[in-house]
């Protein structure tokens, strides 16, 4: 089962790196949702997929017994699940305000500070 799990994580990597790398700011977002993703599902396999043992300290005992899924990568989900929605809803926002102020969402013609109509200033003196 954590090997299908490694090749589901190695494709959500691989998917979300060719997203994040084109020049289309929608594409770059589902990357990033992707990628977060993807490190929410390497951590939770880190921490094993058993279910047959619950991660309860049993009475008499100092430690987790032999076998049992790590509590720590769960909690650590949760908190990654609610950081990721906020940055993603905030990339969100600040993609569709810059589509709006420029009128494209091509990272290559989001150039304000090389206007394309105005004369290229002197190169030499």
Do not use: C, H, W
């Amino acid at each position: 089962m954590e090997m299908l799990f490694s090749l589901l994580i190695g494709v959500f990597f691989s998917v979300a790196i060719y997203l994040m790398m084109s020049k289309y700011t929608v594409r770059i977002l589902l990357g990033i949702a992707i990628l977060g993703n993807a490190v929410n599902l390497l951590l939770f396999t880190s921490g094993r997929l058993t279910r047959e043992v619950p991660p309860i300290i049993g009475a008499g005992l100092d430690a987790l017994p032999a076998g049992t899924a790590n509590p720590l990568p769960q909690a650590l989900i949760l908190t990654a699940i609610v950081i990721s929605f906020s940055f993603f809803a905030f990339l969100l926002v600040l993609a569709y305000r810059a589509y709006q102020e420029l009128g494209t969402d091509n990272t290559d013609e989001m150039r304000l500070a090389e206007p394309g109509d105005e004369p290229l200033p002197p190169l030499g003196y």
